[in-house]
């Protein structure tokens, strides 16, 4: 296989990074998209930059110029700057697929979210989606990620657990296997390649909700202690945030809360263990403390 070229928008996020070590430890020739200078430092190995705002459809020109494959995990959790999801997540990404389109690229991954196409009347995944249904329609030869929640997502159980104490809605025995950042990177340059469009990716470990906390107060070096909240309470939070706040504040809570009310298990995939992820992210806070 020729010596491929590759964009990765999305660089400076938590799976971004992963993605371009992956690409250049197996010698891609990379350029990335960063918003301002400052962010160069944070790639080893890479040398070819292009600065540019997402939302900004002219600062993108040339962006995709002499490039074979496209990755973006381009999107926003939480809503800032004035930005909402369909700003980034939808318009954004759509900004990236005009100039690939234009620049003749041969392949495009997107990186959404496990049960995405299922989930679109939340705030967090109508845009995604959105997006997913134009990419779909583009012409391109396409892959769509749709990975399980990233370890670092799992960090709301570590902050329950520092407290002595795990909160779970209903009886705590849905199962999820969540996926480490790099573990993921590796499968998204396996598949970008590979047969198939779509593709759900979770990490090796399928977990019920009340395994994962326990797993969490173990790191902290607590007993095991979790608390059932009646299921109604899920629901009624749901309500009041949507009725009496923006998306702005509910759009994370409200996707957090309907992902605890069901399984959510993917493809297994790679080798990190969520265990040692929380045993490093404990012993790093200690660390700080010091």
């Known amino acids: 296989m020729d ?58 020109r040339g962006l995709c110029e002499n ?30 697929l005009k100039e690939a389109k234009q620049a003749g690229v041969h392949s495009f991954l997107y990186v959404s979210a496990i049960g995405g196409d299922n989930l679109r009347h939340l705030k967090i995944f109508e845009a995604k989606e959105r997006f997913v249904d134009e990419l779909k329609g583009s012409g391109l030869d396409y892959t769509i990620m749709r990975p399980n929640g990233f370890f670092s997502d799992m960090r709301d159980f570590l902050d329950m657990a520092k407290r002595g104490r795990v909160y779970l809605f209903g009886k705590g025995d849905f199962e999820l296997n969540p996926i480490h950042g790099e573990d993921l990177a590796k499968v998204c340059v396996d598949k970008i390649s590979a047969e198939g469009n779509e593709f759900t990716v979770g990490g090796p470990d399928i977990l019920s909700q009340n395994e994962l906390g326990t797993i969490a107060l173990e790191a902290w070096g607590k007993k095991p202690e979790i608390v059932h909240l009646p299921d109604w309470l899920r629901k009624f939070i749901i309500w009041i945030l949507r009725t009496f706040t923006s998306s702005k504040t509910y759009g994370p809570i409200e996707f957090f809360l309907t992902a605890m009310a069901g399984d959510n298990v993917a493809q297994q995939y790679g080798s990190k263990r969520i265990g040692a992820f929380f045993k490093s992210e404990v012993n790093k806070l200690k660390a700080k403390l010091d």
């Open 67 to 96: 490039i074979d494959w496209v990755f973006t995990s381009i999107g926003i959790t939480r809503q800032k700057d004035g930005l909402t999801y369909m700003d980034v997540d939808y318009k954004g990404n759509a900004n990236l």
């Open 3 to 60: 010596k491929k070229k590759v964009l990765v928008a999305g660089a400076t996020g938590y799976l971004g990074q992963y993605l371009v070590k992956e690409l250049i430890e197996r010698d891609f020739d990379v350029r990335v998209l960063i918003r301002k200078e400052s962010q160069k430092g944070l790639f080893k190995g890479v040398n070819d930059f292009f600065i540019g705002e997402i939302t900004e459809g002219k600062s993108l």
